[in-house]
């Protein structure tokens, strides 16, 4: 279950949030529990994660390890901060910063160099779903992101599906149009590296997921866990989506 916070909270009102947080899910070892802050504030959020098992990770890293790369981060200072994970191609990212599929390959292969947990983000804009291309879309996302990676390095990585009509408008997907889009996932990872890889990759669903949805979405098989945005903001609504 993993909470994407997106442009939200300083670094007080990052602590603000675990403070509440921590003791709402201190019992719960059903899942693994990750916050994405912004990056400026993960060391503030790792320190106020320490000693439980929640977790960290960033919204973003570029794919050289250090450089004249003015306003990027590397995997690597992700890593020393004491993040384990990293977003990579959220739909904002592909839709306002030219994120493409070739840059979330790149970002995926350095994101594992540096021994971090990438989780790929992928999904259909409503004209490509309303004009049937939802499959196509899904198909070259996953294949241009994971292109030349063994079945190996495959089972390191998380796939979140998000489709982008879904994403901060309450418009969540029915738990079956989650569902066939999650199989659809499942069925291009078995092409393209075999049964046991797809058996075992965690495919997370994100879009609109709140407290009330959870539970229908979770029933589905496909379904992993969720990356949620909004209601990640809240540590009551956060702690409810985890204990679902
Ligand atoms: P949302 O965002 O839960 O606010 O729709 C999900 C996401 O963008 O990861």
């Known amino acids: 279950m993993a909470g994407n916070w997106k442009m939200y909270k300083t670094a007080a009102e990052t602590c603000a949030f675990f403070h509440k947080f921590n003791p709402l899910v201190a019992g ?30 960033g919204q973003n890293m570029f794919w050289e390890k250090e450089g004249a ?29 030219g994120e493409t599929n070739e840059n979330a390959r790149k970002k995926i292969l350095a994101a594992l160099d540096s021994g971090l947990t990438p989780v790929y983000c992928v999904g259909e804009n409503l004209d490509e779903r309303q004009t049937g291309g939802t499959h196509q879309v899904l198909e070259s996302q996953l294949t241009g992101g994971w292109a030349g990676l063994s079945a190996d390095r495959f089972s390191k990585i998380v796939i979140a599906y998000e489709p982008c009509w879904a994403i901060g408008t309450g418009k969540v997907a029915t738990p079956e149009i989650a569902a066939e889009a999650h199989r659809f996932i499942r069925d291009q990872v078995r092409k393209q590296f075999g049964a046991e890889p797809a058996a075992a990759c965690r495919i997370l669903y994100g879009g ?28 009551d609504s956060f702690a409810s989506i985890v204990n679902f």
């Open 69 to 97: 790369f003015t306003g990027e981060i590397s995997g690597n200072m992700l890593k020393a901060l004491g993040s384990k994970w990293v977003l990579i191609a959220h739909s904002e990212r592909r839709q306002y910063f």
């Open 208 to 235: 609109s997921v709140k407290p009330d949805n959870i539970r229908g979405l979770m029933a589905q098989p496909d379904i992993d866990g969720a990356l949620v945005g909004g209601a990640s903001l809240d540590p």
């Open 28 to 57: 719960s070892a059903h899942c693994e529990i990750v916050i994405c802050p912004p990056s400026v504030n993960l060391s503030a959020a790792v320190e106020a994660t320490r000693g439980t098992r929640i977790e960290t990770g």
